[in-house]
């Protein structure tokens, strides 16, 4: 198959609530330009929704100079470090003036280990991320972008492949069932109870044959 184009999602993506954007880039690609110029790509497997309404967002009680990314743009990444060990990657939803976002909990990267990145702090760590990638803006001439899904993950990412469930890792708004992620997937940092994981990962293939073929040297 021949390369194709890592196209970025459009800014109006991003203009709109976290929980309605969080489902909808499952399936979608986190893409990195490397300094050597290779294009490291992976699969987003699962996220988190947070909102300025709830006690669990970080800009729920006020704007400081650590969350104003979160404040701004819609289509920015904002990177925070979280205990003052790992890094987590965000992605500014909603409007201005208005904390709200989509953490990045899990990717998935053909060719490499399931759990290489399965984690926040393991996913800021493999694509190199930290407080310097913190307001960049999620476009192809920041290095640093996201893409729709791939025709061939379309179906993956459907109702019936996703699973929904409550957050994880947080100690307050524990009931929001703002968590989503690929059932298929065993690179999910942590399932939802009842849920195995699967002895085969339903997404091998289809990362090995797809993913690979994204060349985003072409990318506006």
Known sequence: MNAREAV????????????????????CLLLKRQPDGALLAGVIVETEAYCQSEPACHGHRRRSPS???LFGEPGRFYVYLTYGVNHCVNVVTGRRDWANGVLLRAV???????????GPGLLAR?????RGHDGLLAAPASGLW????PPELVAEAGEAGVVQTQRIGVSQGQELPWRWYLRAS????????????PRLDGLA????????????????
């Open 126 to 130: 493999r694509f190199g991320l930290d």
């Open 108 to 118: 998935a990267l053909p060719g490499e280990p399931e759990r290489a990145a399965a």
């Open 205 to 220: 293939a289809v990362l090995a044959s797809t993913v690979g073929t994204f060349d985003g040297s072409r990318a506006p």
């Open 186 to 197: 065993r690179s999910v940092s942590r399932r939802a109870r009842g849920d195995r994981t």
């Open 8 to 27: 970025p999602l459009p800014p109006r993506f991003f203009a709109r609530p976290a929980e309605v954007v969080a489902p909808e880039l499952l399936g």
């Open 67 to 69: 969350n104003d990314t």
């Open 146 to 149: 996201l893409a729709p899904r």
